[in-house]
């Protein structure tokens, strides 16, 4: 019998394969760089590159290529094969350090938000020792940052690095104060779980929406929608069965853990959660796994949506950002341990969270955001848009019994403990994973889970953002730690740091239903921001505030945050554009046309009939007569007011004039064609509808 899972990784230059190819200095001098305490000399490089392009072609890979992810959300890559001539005219493979470390792709098309003027355009890819090197279709992939010629980042992989390298020191200050002098560096750990929809690509080539934009413009609700649940955690389809094998057998030849499969809530809606690994390369896996769902749909027939909302009424799609920080030895600074000792640490760092969140709510709300994830957030099952943190009631008892000065709260499960500062944290137990699916942020037993993302986005800048808070909440804890000479003086010093950050920013910590509209109206009177759009929530990338932070900790420079505003501006501008011209395209070419079909074909009846026509056929020709004009109003108006503010340069401006009149209009003008489409018949109308797409596979 074959051994389970033989393929396992073989597909990725492990450490394991490095270890077993590369000469013991050169495996050595690799490891150091991974851990930052050196760089890679010429000689050590060309060693590995050496190791490298014989298994690659071992495995049969003829190409390499730096692996990129500009700042698109996606990825890049332009392959170069491995072959040259020889001295005497015959084929020779090379690979040389030189090329495995730097690449310049040049790639000027893609986003700098001005970063590159065009005499400096050069962009270079860097190799990335921290994630290890794969082979996709013959290539082998190098996971590369990008940077300008100036050195400063073109992608979101380098300030997540960066942020890493920020946490890592302001964390292990923090565990080294506290007692534990044996830590030498922190990482996070993240597991991204992903949801997506399939439909069969049938329906999927038929409507240019989902092809151009990812989500239905328009449709009706089918006649049922999820109100049974009985989709969720139902049996799986063959179909989707037999495409769920190959996407975990291609994930599992990348290393990639893909561990839980199951059926979401919506029609058509699945989820794939892989184990947890370091945050760069959960990222990159993360990406891989997207790009690998899309291609193995494809080859089954089907076509894979990552939209945030591809459906309306429906529930929409998300990704959930596990999110954790261990230490060199492998310990979770979020897991309440069973020690006191350890229990102060864990209070430690939730209250450094706690104050991380609540002092930078907008940046929070803005990672996750996208123009895809606005029309997600707030509605069907998804997280609302104001940040807050739940963290289940047994921690939350006994934050609020260490803040109230060691009474508890009457009552609580935190009552029947002795409080006194220190050995009050005695014990906490592990099943704390109570859950609020409606919380953006919750505590969930030993890692905070950041439920906003939207399901097609990086979760590179999220992390970043979750990275550079905690470091400064932790340098400014470190800060008050530091001068104290004995143990005990720490921890004393720690709860009384920890008291004054739950009097200080408990108005964050939110435990009820976070769908409800009383808790809009709660988080107001709390002062709590709710920005309504991703285009404001812009806004704050280039606040005071985030300049300080980003700025301080050497994650972002000034100038490459006005660079990212203003790519993310652009490409909001980009995506509603390409919205607005599908949706006129498609009422022009397809709907208008449709519609004027059946109008005739009851018109004619009715002159043929004359006055002994049925009423239904008087009815339904004056009914379809007024909706031709309806639709073809609304798309005027929409055309005219997108040319309108198609002449405002600022693109700040613009995006917020796209989100509250190009919006409105677009709604307009789905109402129109649904309202067509919901007496259509089958007959003149042919472009699939929701109860096609959602209940066929
Ligand atoms: P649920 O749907 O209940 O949230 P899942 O099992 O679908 O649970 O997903 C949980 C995700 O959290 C997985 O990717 C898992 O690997 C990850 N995870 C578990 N523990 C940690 C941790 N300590 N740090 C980061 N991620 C974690
Ligand atoms: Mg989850």
């Known amino acids: 019998m074959e051994r389970p899972f033989e393929d396992f990784g073989c597909m990725v230059f492990d450490e394991r394969e490095m270890g077993d190819r590369l000469p013991r200095p050169v495996y050595d001098s690799w490891k150091k760089t991974v851990a930052n305490e050196g760089t890679l000399d010429r000689p050590t490089a060309d060693a590995i590159a050496h190791a490298m392009k014989r298994w690659a072609m071992e495995k049969g890979a003829t190409h390499f290529t730096h692996w990129f992810q500009p700042m698109t959300g996606g990825t890049a890559e332009k392959h170069d094969s491995f072959i040259e001539p020889g001295a005497n005219g015959e084929p020779i493979a090379r690979f040389s350090g030189k090329m495995l470390i730097k690449g310049e792709p040049d790639a000027s098309s893609f986003p700098s938000g001005g970063l590159r003027a065009t005499f400096e355009a050069r962009g270079y890819t860097y190799w990335d020792v921290t994630s290890p090197v794969f082979i996709r279709d013959r290539v082998l992939c190098i996971p590369t940052v990008f940077v300008s010629y100036n050195g400063e980042a073109l992608d979101r992989k380098e300030p997540l690095i960066k942020s890493i390298a920020a946490l890592s020191q302001a ?41 151009l934009c990812g989500r239905t413009l328009f449709g009706c609700a089918a006649p049922k929608r999820q109100e049974l ?36 809530v919506a029609p058509c809606q699945f989820e794939l959660a892989p184990v947890f690994s370091s945050g760069n390369v959960a990222v990159d896996q993360n990406q891989l796994t997207m790009d690998i769902l899309r291609k193995t749909a494809e080859k089954h027939g089907l076509a894979c949506l990552l939209h945030e909302k591809p459906f309306e009424g429906i529930n929409g799609s998300g990704k959930h950002d596990n999110y954790s920080i261990v230490t060199d ?28 969140v609540d002092t930078y709510p907008v940046l929070l709300r803005l990672s996750a955001s996208s123009t895809g994830n ?11 848009a104001i940040i807050s943190i739940y963290l289940g009631s047994y921690i939350e008892d006994v934050l609020y019994s260490l803040y109230r000065g060691h009474e508890s709260q009457p009552g609580s499960t935190a009552a029947k403990q ?10 906490i137990p592990h099943d704390n994973t109570d859950r609020n699916r409606t919380s953006p942020l919750a505590f969930t037993g030993n890692k905070f889970e950041f439920r906003m993302l939207g399901a097609s986005m990086s979760a590179s800048f999220p992390n970043t953002v979750l990275n550079a808070i905690m470091a400064e909440s932790l340098n400014e804890i470190g800060d008050q730690l ?45 002062g709590l921001p709710n920005v309504p759009s991703f285009i404001e929530a812009v806004d704050e990338l280039t606040s005071e505030e985030s300049v300080n932070l980003f700025t301080s900790l050497n994650i972002y420079s000034e100038k490459e945050l006005y660079a990212n505003r203003t790519i ?36 004619s009846i009715l002159q043929s009939a004359g006055k002994k ?74 472009i699939p509808l929701y109860e096609d797409m959602l209940f066929n596979l």
């Open 568 to 603: 993310l501006e652009e490409r909001y501008s980009h995506i509603m554009g390409i919205e607005v011209r599908t949706m006129m395209e498609l009422v022009r070419k397809e709907i208008l046309p449709a519609m004027s079909a059946e109008y005739g074909f009851y018109s």
């Open 229 to 264: 649940d009985d989709h969720y955690f139902g049996s799986i389809p063959a179909r989707v069965s037999a495409f769920m094998k190959e996407v975990n057998e291609e994930l599992w030849k990348l290393g990639i853990y893909a561990k839980t499969e199951h059926n979401e």
């Open 482 to 526: 530091e001068g104290l000479k004995y143990l005990q003086d720490v921890r004393e010093k720690a709860v009384d740091i920890c008291r004054n950050i739950i009097h200080d920013h408990k108005r964050v910590l939110f435990s009820g239903d976070g769908y409800s509209s009383e808790w809009v109206k709660e988080a107001e009177r709390r």
């Open 374 to 384: 606005d029309h997600r957030l707030g509605a069907n099952e998804a997280p609302p």
């Open 171 to 211: 964390a292990t200050r923090v565990v080294n104060l506290l007692g534990d002098k044996d830590v030498r560096s922190c990482n996070i750990s993240v597991g991204l779980e992903q949801e997506y929809f399939l439909i069969d690509r049938g329906y999927f080539n038929k409507r240019l929406d989902l092809k």
């Open 418 to 427: 002795d409080f006194s500062p220190v050995s009050t944290l005695s014990y």
């Open 329 to 356: 030895n492998g310990q979770n600074l979020f897991s309440p341990g069973e020690k006191p000792s350890e229990n102060i640490r864990f209070l430690v760092f939730v209250c450094a969270f706690i104050k991380a």
């Open 613 to 686: 026509a049925p009423a239904f056929i008087t009815g339904r020709a004056a009914e379809i007569g007024k909706m031709i004009d309806a639709v073809s109003e609304s798309l005027q108006e929409l055309g005219s007011v997108w040319a309108e503010i198609q002449t405002i340069s600022d693109s700040f401006r613009a995006g917020k004039e796209i989100y509250y009149r190009i919006n409105p209009l677009m709604k307009k003008l789905r109402a129109d064609i649904d309202a067509y489409e919901d007496i259509a018949s089958r007959e003149y109308y042919k």
